[in-house]
Nanobody, 126 residues
Framework: QVQLVESGGGLVQAGGSLRLSCAASGRTFSSYTMGWFRQAPGKERAFVAA????????YYADAVKGRFTVSRDTVKNTLYLQMNSLKPEDSAVYYC???????????????????WGPGTQVTVSS
């Protein structure tokens, strides 16, 4: 059974950094795309970044491009999201997800991902 568990969230001041981790287990992820999404109160779950497990191709939402970096360690089976220059509007619950994404259009939407972690809270104070 696939299990995804996020960690690394917390409270940080604007301009600061955090690194989120997502420990993945339960299957081989070589054919999967791993994604990060976030959801703020009263808002829909939004795409943040994604990476293909095998090739390491990366994709980013415009709002985080240049500030966030997604990576993965295929030996540790762990996904990362390095977040720099954080802004108050980055505050949200961050979710790790895995799916056999077939197209770029689906990659940025939650429906492209079959497996989800429980989420970790990130709060950026001004």
């Amino acid at each position: 059974q696939v299990q995804l568990v996020e960690s690394g969230g917390g409270l940080v001041q604007a301009g600061g950094s955090l690194r989120l981790s997502c420990a993945a287990s339960g299957r081989t992820f070589s054919s999967y795309t791993m994604g990060w999404f976030r959801q703020a109160p009263g808002k829909e779950r939004a795409f943040v970044a994604a990476i293909t497990w095998s090739g390491g191709n990366t994709y980013y939402a415009d709002a985080v491009k240049g500030r966030f970096t997604v990576s993965r360690d295929t030996v540790k089976n762990t996904l990362y999201l390095q977040m720099n220059s954080l802004k108050p509007e980055d505050s949200a619950v961050y979710y790790c997800a895995a799916g056999r994404v077939q197209t770029i259009a689906v990659l940025t939407t939650p429906i492209g991902y079959a497996y989800w972690g429980p989420g970790t809270q990130v709060t950026v104070s001004s």
